[in-house]
T-cell receptor, first 115, second 116 residues
Framework: EADIYQTPRYLVIGTGKKITLECSQT?????MYWYQQDPGMELHLIHYSYGVNSTEKGDLSSESTVSRIRTEHFPLTLESARPSHTSQYLC??????????????FGDGTRLSIL | AQKITQTQPGMFVQEKEAVTLDCTYD???????LFWYKQPSSGEMIFLIYQGSYDEQNATEGRYSLNFQKARKSANLVISASQLGDSAMYFC?????????????FGTGTRLLVSP
């Protein structure tokens, strides 16, 4: 059973607010990822990290930012939320150095709704 | 760039029957990995099964099996003896390797509905 946790599970908030979505994993995985997913649609990678102090932008442009100060923690921040940010955000992690067959382990996701 | 295609937006199956969910992929890599994930309505992504491009045997995990046809670039998921709890979205994904980071590229998914 994967140990990766996201909070909050649901968030409804007004336009212009600063938001931080939390993601933590207890598996010691070096690689972590953030995906954005609209309802019924595919996942798009928006950020990823090789390890501490490493952050990279993904394939889908996003106004969000991430940080990786500790191995286990990979928070995502929106400085000023807008209705277009309404979506589900999924965090994942995977181990390093064990080949391409290692699956990414996902958290339960945060469903974000901006009014 | 690598691409995953899932042409079935929705599938219906009766309980206890088998169902095949289609997935085709496009890549120029020789080494790649294919994954299937299940996403219930609650939103989490659950890893089901993996197939490596050099694996000679089709992968199996309990009621899940992967029909891997490398020449056709297809990696269809077969669920045997469907259960009501199998109703969910199913995503096929490919791991890119040339970047060294091994990002996952996802298809658009297939919604499976299992009826009693």
């Amino acid at each position: 059973e994967a140990d990766i946790y996201q909070t909050p599970r649901y968030l409804v908030i007004g336009t212009g607010k600063k938001i931080t979505l939390e993601c933590s994993q207890t598996m010691g995985h070096d690689k972590m990822y953030w995906y954005q997913q609209d309802p019924g649609m595919e996942l798009h990678l928006i950020h990823y990290s090789y390890g501490v102090n490493s952050t990279e932008k993904g394939d889908l442009s996003s106004e969000s930012t991430v940080s990786r100060i500790r191995t286990e923690h990979f928070p995502l921040t929106l400085e000023s939320a807008r209705p277009s940010h309404t979506s589900q955000y999924l965090c994942a992690s995977s181990p390093s150095g064990q080949g391409i067959n290692q699956p990414q382990h996902f958290g339960d996701g945060t469903r974000l709704s901006i009014l | 760039a690598q691409k995953i295609t899932q042409t079935q937006p929705g599938m219906f199956v009766q309980e206890k029957e088998a169902v095949t969910l289609d997935c085709t992929y496009d890549t120029s890599d020789q080494s790649y990995g294919l994954f299937w994930y299940k996403q219930p309505s609650s939103g989490e992504m659950i890893f089901l099964i993996y197939q490596g491009s050099y694996d000679e045997q089709n992968a199996t995990e309990g009621r899940y099996s992967l029909n891997f046809q490398k020449a056709r670039k297809s990696a269809n998921l077969v669920i045997s003896a469907s259960q009501l709890g199998d109703s969910a979205m199913y995503f096929c994904a490919m791991r890119e390797t040339y970047t060294g980071f091994q990002k996952l590229v996802f298809g658009t998914g297939t919604r499976l509905l299992v009826s009693p």
